[in-house]
């Protein structure tokens, strides 16, 4: 089992910026890839970002590009992921998940270890 906390979420104005930040304890020897994933109300959860915890490969949602970071760090089992130029249609809850195979990056069936979730509202 792998144990995932996930912090940094809060209210921002448009064009702010926010850092999230995951933590992950417990099997963490396991972990292939740490991925990023949101979900707004009415609406079903996308991909966000994700990165291969040896080599660092990062895959990002075409249409988030340039406007995110996604990084970690291995000696803390953390995962970040910096968000600038933020708008009010990225307000979501904002999920950390962990992958443990080479599988498809964005497909939230091959992450089986979830985080709670950390609130992201940007306000108009």
């Known amino acids: 089992q792998v144990q995932l906390v996930e912090s940094g979420g809060g209210l921002v104005e448009a064009g702010g910026s926010l850092r999230l930040s995951c933590a992950a304890s417990?099997?963490?020897?396991?972990?292939?890839?740490m991925g990023w994933f949101r979900q707004a109300p009415g609406k079903e959860r996308e991909f966000v970002a994700s990165?291969?915890?040896?080599?660092?490969?990062?895959t990002y949602a075409d249409s988030l590009k340039g406007r995110l970071t996604i990084s970690r760090d291995n000696v803390k089992n953390t995962m970040y992921l910096q968000m600038n130029s933020l708008k009010p249609e990225d307000t979501a809850v904002y999920y950390c998940?962990?992958?443990?195979?080479?599988?498809?990056?964005?497909?939230?069936?091959?992450?089986?270890?979830w985080g709670q979730g950390t609130q992201v509202t940007v306000s108009s």
């Open positions: 998940a962990v992958r443990s195979r080479a599988l498809s990056a964005i497909s939230a069936a091959n992450y089986p270890y």
């Open positions: 417990g099997r963490t020897f396991s972990v292939y890839a």
């Open positions: 990165i291969t915890w040896s080599g660092g490969l990062t």
